[in-house]
């Protein structure tokens, strides 16, 4: 499984950018897939998720301001952050779970205040 990122940029407090993920390869394996993000100095963390049954999962930080939906037919997986603050300035990674854990290059995403 291959996953390409894109979408990061920077962005002013308040607001928004779409990150896109698309995967190819042995797509058919993959049971979730989902955003994490590294702060510098920070571990990497789950910002959202999504399973092959439509389930979502979210981070407390990001309820109700980001969201993660996917589009089935082009294997790719979106994440949209609206009201972005500060503390979103992360790398961005995107994931997917399936016999492996497979990761994408990172997206920068930088919120100035």
């Known amino acids: 499984v291959q996953l390409q990122a894109s979408g990061g940029g920077l962005v002013q407090a308040g607001g928004s950018l779409r990150l896109s993920c698309a995967a190819s390869?042995?797509?058919?394996?993959?049971?979730?897939m989902g955003w994490y993000r590294q702060a510098p100095g920070k571990q990497r963390e789950l910002v959202a998720a999504?399973?092959?049954?439509?389930?979502?999962n979210y981070a407390d930080s990001v309820k109700g301001r980001f969201t993660i939906s996917r589009d089935n037919a082009k294997n790719t997986v979106y994440l949209q952050m609206n009201s972005l603050k500060p503390e979103d300035t992360a790398v961005y990674y995107c994931?997917?779970?399936?016999?492996?854990?497979?990761w994408g290059q990172g997206t920068l995403v930088t919120v100035s205040s």
């Open positions: 994931n997917a779970e399936g016999q492996h854990g497979y």
């Open positions: 390869g042995s797509i058919f394996s993959i049971n979730a």
């Open positions: 999504i399973t092959s049954g439509g389930s979502t």
